[in-house]
């Protein structure tokens, strides 16, 4: 067998062939390694392309051009379509933009692939549930963010979203254990938040005609802030409501405690009382009390109406004279005087009171404004429409030029935070 085989080697036509077939496999492996280099050359040139469009987008970001980073991300994800972070940014540029569509298309994108670790999968359930919440999609929104929260109860992020969900649905009782949840982990002014969400939620049993229930939120709201005025009025039109007078005015008066900027409102409470209460003495008290230790405007035209509806006008004009010199533009004040000279036929007194109107006609004497955002109202709300920050709004004064002085730099409301004159940019 080995003599055949020698035999067949040395065979000229033989060894020609077995020269071809080494040589054929030289060259091809040759040919391979210089394919392979190739590839790896342009392989590593398109990974260099996909960077820079990567890099560029974030560049992009920085410079807050979110075109031209779309356009550079989309440019890296064609080259390189396995880079997770690149359809993450693409994402969240999408819905900043308020293409929602896109936005959702990508995070799902992104779940669905087959080799990707549980915390990227996360991530992107948290970002695709941020997206149906910037969408309005608040249902799908509410099932996505509770799945992350479910698989990580620790995401900060997720349940603050939650919460912003409950708010616009008025949930209150889950806006307020969501609240509660994000106070173990982060740190804040959480209390005075759930103060004000138990008096959402009592204000609800309040419209559904439960008191009783009504009256613990409220309460329950005071045993966390005890400077909530919106607890500390809502408890007292309660009481009003039973006809528990002296303890109505006793909760009317904790906003003048507390903040007497604010006591326009326990003032226009007491107004609705003058007609259903016997005896007004409580009433007298509480406001000579007032007048004593906060006085203003609306302290002196509460004292007004009280005096009016002893049937004493010259006490009341008298009042009403305090009022306005300490606050010209002071507009139901002044109505009120002109009401009051026009019903005693004082012609004279009415016709003087009409040409010192005059110069602050159309000048509202209250306004209100966010000292976070700048928002400005013609009324008062405990959260801000615009920010949605909760006490920021506070009254502030008009700047007239025979009202005294403007608001010096720096003055504060009764929260203690800055305000602005109306016409001053924010």
Not at 139 to 157: G, W, Y
Not at 413 to 420: I, K, Q, S, W
Request: hydrophobic share 40%; glycine share 6%.
């Amino acid at each position: 067998m080995a003599d055949s085989v020698w035999q067949w080697l040395l065979n000229l036509a033989n060894q020609k062939f077995w020269l071809a077939v080494f040589v054929v496999f030289f060259l091809g492996l040759i040919a391979g390694r210089f394919v392979h280099r190739r590839r790896e050359k342009r392989f590593r040139s398109w990974s260099r392309e996909g960077d820079k469009a990567f890099f560029k987008g974030i560049q992009y970001i920085l410079a807050n051009d979110p075109d031209h980073a779309i356009e550079e991300f989309t440019k890296s994800v064609q080259i390189n379509s396995d880079t997770i972070e690149t359809y993450v940014a693409l994402g969240n540029l999408y819905r900043s933009k308020g293409d929602i569509d896109r936005a959702i298309r990508i995070r799902q994108s992104i779940i669905l692939r087959p080799n990707i670790s549980e915390l990227i999968k996360l991530r992107a359930l948290l970002d695709l549930g941020l997206d149906y919440l910037k969408g309005g999609f608040l249902t799908r929104a509410l099932e996505t963010l509770s799945h992350v929260i479910r698989k990580e109860p620790s995401n900060v992020e997720a349940l603050m979203a939650v919460e912003k969900i409950h708010l616009e649905t008025k949930d209150w009782e889950n806006a307020f254990s969501t609240r509660q949840k994000i106070a173990r982990m982060m740190k804040g002014d959480h209390a005075r938040v759930l103060a004000h969400y138990q008096v959402e939620k009592g204000k609800v049993h309040q419209e559904a005609g439960d008191p009783g229930k009504a009256k613990s939120a409220f309460e329950k709201a005071i045993s966390l802030d005890e400077a909530c005025l919106d607890a500390h009025l809502h408890l007292g039109d309660l009481y009003f409501q039973k006809q528990d007078y002296k303890k109505a005015i006793a909760s009317w008066k904790k906003v003048v405690d507390i903040s007497p900027s604010f006591t326009f409102l326990a003032y226009r409470r007491l107004e609705g009382a003058y007609s259903k209460m016997k005896n007004l003495k409580p009433v007298a008290e509480f406001l000579k009390e007032c007048a004593a230790s906060h006085p203003d405007p609306f302290t002196h035209m509460a004292l007004a109406r009280y005096r009016y509806n002893e049937h004493d006008r010259e006490a009341a004009l008298r009042e009403l004279d305090a009022a306005l010199e300490l606050a010209p533009s002071f507009w139901e004040a002044r109505k009120f005087q002109g009401e009051i000279l026009l019903e005693g036929e004082m012609k004279e007194e009415a016709l003087g009171a009409y040409r010192d109107l005059i110069a602050y006609l159309n000048v509202p004497h209250l306004s209100f404004q966010c000292s976070e955002c700048g928002y400005k109202a013609s009324d008062l709300q405990w959260q801000c429409p615009q920010c949605k920050q909760w006490d920021t709004i506070g009254p502030v004064k008009p700047a007239l030029t025979d009202a005294g002085p403007p608001t010096p730099p720096g003055a504060k409301n009764a929260l203690g935070r800055p305000l602005e004159t109306p016409g001053e940019k924010t």
